[in-house]
């Protein structure tokens, strides 16, 4: 089975940085797209960053300057790496792969279980 497992959440304060991961496990023939996505108590989810499986990124305007997406293709895992961060910031961030499993020619989408995001002023 496929499965996504994020860490790196925690509280910091305003003007800190995280560095969320996202490992993907189990038998995976491709990535095509990488995306972070973040709720906030009462909010709806968020699109934050995206990367397509060539490496092109794009970023939602609030966190463009300070959040980067990369990758280390190697160890199946996607980092969000958040600098200058914000209270607005506060959310739970989730991992959302759109890959190609090994036991299957045609992509699905997974997601990680989410990890919580604190940012005091």
């Known amino acids: 089975q496929v499965q996504l497992v994020e860490s790196g959440g925690g509280l910091v304060q305003a003007g800190g940085s995280l560095r969320l991961s996202c490992v993907a496990s189990?038998?995976?023939?491709?990535?095509?797209?990488m995306r972070w996505y973040r709720q906030a108590p009462g909010k709806q989810r968020e699109l934050v960053a995206a990367m397509t499986s060539g490496g092109s990124t794009n970023y939602a305007d609030s966190v463009k300057g300070r959040f980067a997406m990369s990758r280390d293709n190697a160890k199946i895992t996607v980092y969000l790496q958040m600098n200058s961060l914000k209270p607005e910031d506060t959310a739970v961030y989730y991992c959302?792969?759109?890959?190609?499993?090994?036991?299957?020619?045609?992509?699905?989408?997974?997601w990680g279980q989410g990890t919580q995001v604190t940012v005091s002023s």
């Open positions: 189990g038998s995976i023939s491709s990535i095509n797209t």
């Open positions: 959302n792969l759109i890959l190609v499993p090994s036991t299957r020619n045609y992509p699905g989408n997974y």
